[in-house]
């Protein structure tokens, strides 16, 4: 009942606005009779809402594009499909759409929003916006990129907004780095208040909040520069004061206190911004010019994303539903730390037939490589030296990998070979002469240096190779062929 109400409202509002049109038709138009129409039937219906004439004007303004330009939307929500916080997102987003295609628009969002909240569904309605536009969101952003500017609008109280406009990943980059380094300062006062002692605290508190470098004496510095005693300043307060200094001095001041020559390096200027960028692989590649996403923010353009994309070295690739968009896994090219250390434990040397070049000279490759969809896990990786994992993806070399770290390699004459992942080296000692190596147990033994006088003996799997017939795989591993 309620948002039958609210329905019948927005049509009333509308044809209101239809009504004062109707009323201006044919009238002289130096003397604003539309804008003189609709200022009275405002003002007439200002009483019955208990509001302003100004906001009931503006509320008939957005009710007759809305049952002008979104008639399905008006529908859905008639229907109860969606609620009037999903209308007030397809609106909103909606008015960057042309004319031309603003229908698929409605129709795709009312799909998006049924069984979503407005706030998390804004983000898609945007994306889905810009991909419908008969521009591409590269060429709008270029044009809008131009008229960036940097002004000053004056306030009360002696204070002034000083406004720049920038392409969104910079301003999310500059906020960013300006967060980070006031949390570095505010986190620093428990330091500072035991380096300087309640006492001095309070004495540097008024000089502390003014910001500058020559706001305080060297002493009242914490060690490494990051913050000054009693500083009671909120990170709003702090990230103000680190922009004034940014942009007056060129490193905040605390650092140029510290370091005493201003070169930034302290551990304030240290500080790098950081940005959350989404795209597609498609985008990246440039087969799309379609926009990328910064997280919780807004699109950016293709060339921006490519530019950040080619800077950075590590990666997270995220397979999503094909329908629903949803993240299946999220995947990073680059092995973590952990599965480094598991790797070298577990190979020790190169895993090409034959070759025993230590690990910690050789690669990571991914047995299936990761632009076919190989995902980066031990069980997809394993080490080969810079010749032998050329070998592997610039010849007829092919390779498997089976559980346990088992490769199957199969060179270009149909020869397989079988490399297991060599188990523990089996250590002892032993007073008397070293045995032989025993021709047809699977293993070999080298003497390592003698010391004390005994021998220490190291045992070894020896690699098996199987010509011409089918390799026997374990019970848990599918049979190669």
């Known amino acids: 009942m309620w948002s039958a109400g609210q329905v019948r409202e927005v049509r009333v509002l509308a044809a209101a606005g239809l009504l004062a049109r109707e009323q201006a038709a044919g009238a002289s138009e130096r003397v604003q009779s539309h804008e003189m129409a609709l200022r009275g039937i405002a003002a007439e219906l200002a009483g019955v809402f208990a509001a302003t004439d100004r906001t009931l004007q503006r509320r008939i303004d957005e009710a007759q594009d809305l049952v002008e330009n979104y008639p399905a939307t008006m529908e859905a929500w008639a229907a109860g499909r969606i609620t009037r916080g999903h209308v007030r997102v397809i609106q909103d987003v909606g ?16 799909e998006r929003c049924e069984g979503e909240t407005p706030n998390r569904v804004r983000d ?38 000083l406004i720049a406009t920038l392409p969104t990943v910079i301003a999310e980059g500059v906020v960013d780095r300006l967060t980070r380094q006031a949390r570095e300062i505010i986190n620093a006062r428990p330091q500072a208040e035991a380096a300087t002692g309640p006492t001095e605290a309070s004495e540097d508190a008024d ?18 520069g990051s913050s000054f005693g009693g500083d009671t300043r909120t990170i709003d307060q702090v990230r103000a004061d680190v922009f004034a200094d940014l942009l007056l001095a060129g490193t905040p001041a605390l650092d140029a206190t510290a370091d005493g020559d201003g070169d930034g390096n302290g551990a304030l200027g240290a500080i790098r911004a950081k940005v959350q960028v989404i795209v597609s692989a498609l985008t990246l590649t440039g087969q799309d010019d379609g926009p990328a996403d910064l997280v919780g923010r807004s699109p950016i353009d293709a060339a921006t994303a490519r530019e950040l994309a080619g800077d950075n070295t590590t990666w997270d690739r995220l397979l999503t ?23 070298r434990a ?24 990761a632009s076919d969809g190989g995902p980066t896990h031990v069980c997809n990786l394993a080490h080969l030296c810079k010749r032998h994992h050329d070998v592997k993806h610039h010849t007829r070399w092919r390779v498997r990998q089976l559980t346990g770290g088992l490769l199957v390699w199969t060179s270009p004459t149909g020869r397989v070979y079988r490399e297991d992942a060599p188990p523990p080296l089996v250590a002892f000692v032993t007073a008397g002469s070293p045995p ?12 390592a240096p003698p010391g004390s006088g005994s021998t220490r003996f190291l045992v070894e799997p020896r690699p098996r190779m199987v010509t011409g017939r089918p390799l026997s795989a374990p019970r848990d591993a599918r049979p190669p062929f």
């Open 436 to 447: 032989g190596p025993s021709p047809d147990d699977g293993t070999r033994a080298r003497v």
């Open 124 to 161: 898609a309605l945007v994306h889905l916006a810009e991909r419908l536009h008969p521009r591409s969101f590269t060429e709008r952003h270029e044009a809008a990129a131009a008229g960036r500017c940097v002004r000053v609008q004056p306030g009360p109280d002696g204070m002034s907004d």
């Open 346 to 369: 577990r190979d020790r040397h190169c895993r090409f037939p034959g070759c025993r070049q230590p690990a910690i000279r050789c690669e990571i490759d991914h047995t299936h490589a």
């Open 95 to 110: 008015c960057a759409v042309p004319a031309p295609v603003r229908g698929e628009f409605e129709r795709a969002a009312i």
């Open 321 to 343: 539903h094909p329908v629903t968009g949803t993240v299946l896994e999220c995947d990073t090219y680059q092995p973590t730390a952990a599965m480094r250390r598991l790797l």
């Open 207 to 224: 000089a502390a909040a003014l910001g500058g470098a020559d706001a305080a004496a060297p002493d009242s510095a914490v060690a490494g």
